[in-house]
């Protein structure tokens, strides 16, 4: 029959927080491995012990490689981050310069179009005076052909 001391020194129910209690040997892992012609099985049997502390090992090499690719992938993204973060503030900017060119652009057509109905409005005037610069084209063209059809002289 078990009692609570002889669970305690084959590591059943041993507690988390007791340092004096080991490891207990669980036994073997068997690893079978027929005999030709006879039916039995030899089983190699190597100790649980070494089982786990290769397995510890192994752990913890894993660990250490898992650590220095997420460092590594980490660096990688914080380094990605910030270009983006960079080329994000320069589409900003260009963006910015882009619709402060539209909008000086558009004052720019305003200030001509602005000037050209400016230009149309006075352009009656100019038109007046156009017509008057024919009317008196065309009195000195008569004067000139009465002078030459009279032969007088000019001076």
């Not at 179009?113 to 038109?127: A, D, H, L």
């Amino acid at each position: 029959r078990e009692t609570p001391e002889t669970l305690r020194m084959s590591g059943v129910g041993a507690q988390a927080d007791d340092s004096t209690a080991e490891l207990p040997d669980l036994g073997t892992i068997p690893s079978p491995v027929p005999v030709e012609g006879s039916g039995v099985i030899k089983v190699d049997v190597p100790t649980t012990r070494f089982l786990l502390d290769d397995l510890e090992k192994d752990a913890a090499k894993l660990a250490d490689s898992i650590s220095h690719v997420t460092g590594s992938l980490s660096s990688n993204l914080n380094a990605l981050t910030v270009i983006a973060s960079r080329y994000s503030d320069v589409h900003k900017m260009a963006v910015d310069d882009v619709g402060k060119t539209v909008d000086q652009s558009i004052d720019s057509m305003s200030s001509l179009m602005v000037g050209c109905e400016q230009i149309s409005e006075n352009m009656p005037p100019v038109e007046k005076l156009i017509e008057q610069l024919k009317m008196v084209k065309d009195t000195l063209s008569i004067l000139e052909e009465a002078v030459d059809a009279a032969d007088v002289p000019l001076s």
